[in-house]
T-cell receptor, first 111, second 118 residues
Framework: GQQLNQSPQSMFIQEGEDVSMNCTSS?????WLWYKQEPGEGPVLLIA?????ELTSNGRLTAQFGITRKDSFLNISASIPSDVGIYFC???????????FGKGTSLLVTP | ETGVTQTPRHLVMGMTNKKSLKCEQH?????MYWYKQSAKKPLELMFV???????ENNSVPSRFSPECPNSSHLFLHLHTLQPEDSALYLC?????????????????FGPGTRLTVL
């Protein structure tokens, strides 16, 4: 599948701090998706982006679809302990039907 | 109930048992997927159904047998599994098959079934 470079690999922050993570690729995509997964649970869709340059918010989360269509970022403002989990970017495949996921950013938030 | 539901949430079975995993989506979607997620590994797509027709089988062993009786329900029948089959099994659905066209690509996942094979 396509290589998605997601960074950082992990973050350990204090409650109230803002968080920023990103995903890049050498390929162009028409869709960028951001999911959050908690241990033992399925990925939960946070934000879906369908247009280059699009900036979309979902509560304290904001994600942008890069203008080159090769990258996306996710910001979390004023983090809280329940933000803990692994955040994945994902894009549709060039062939087949499986979403292609980044390796994830593991977020830990201390009170 | 909304979204994608999966039952059971946890399953422990012996290698000689036969069990089934159930997935139901309440989103009116036409495509459904089974994924396997093992520890420290990326998600692996197992099967894909579109309008109850199987469109992809990613070299999955025959001890896993999917069934899609209608566009809202998907089953994974399990028999004579191996310990290495222990994993989180995730069901997902999308409005249409994910092909990179945009809105219809988005897959919604269920909470998963944590399977342990003894």
């Amino acid at each position: 599948g396509q290589q998605l470079n997601q960074s950082p690999q992990s973050m350990f922050i204090q409650e109230g701090e803002d968080v920023s993570m990103n995903c890049t690729s050498s390929s162009i995509f028409n869709t960028w998706l951001w999911y959050k997964q908690e241990p033992g649970e399925g990925p939960v869709l946070l934000i879906a982006l369908y247009k280059a340059g699009e900036l979309t918010s979902n509560g304290r989360l904001t994600a942008q679809f890069g203008i080159t269509r090769k990258d996306s970022f996710l910001n979390i403002s004023a983090s809280i302990p329940s933000d803990v989990g692994i955040y994945f970017c994902a894009v549709p495949p060039n062939s087949g039907y499986a979403l292609n996921f980044g390796k994830g950013t593991s977020l830990l938030v201390t009170p | 109930e909304t979204g994608v539901t999966q039952t059971p949430r946890h399953l422990v079975m012996g290698m000689t048992n036969k069990k089934s995993l159930k997935c139901e989506q309440h989103l009116g979607h036409n495509a459904m997927y089974w994924y396997k997620q093992s520890a420290k590994k990326p998600l692996e797509l197992m099967f894909v159904y579109s309008l109850e027709e199987r469109v992809e089988n990613n070299s999955v062993p025959s001890r896993f047998s999917p069934e899609c009786p209608n566009s809202s329900h998907l089953f994974l029948h399990l028999h004579t599994l191996q310990p290495e089959d222990s994993a989180l099994y995730l069901c997902a659905s999308s409005q249409e098959l994910t092909r990179g066209f945009g809105l219809t690509d988005t897959q919604y996942f269920g909470p998963g079934t944590r399977l342990t094979v003894l």
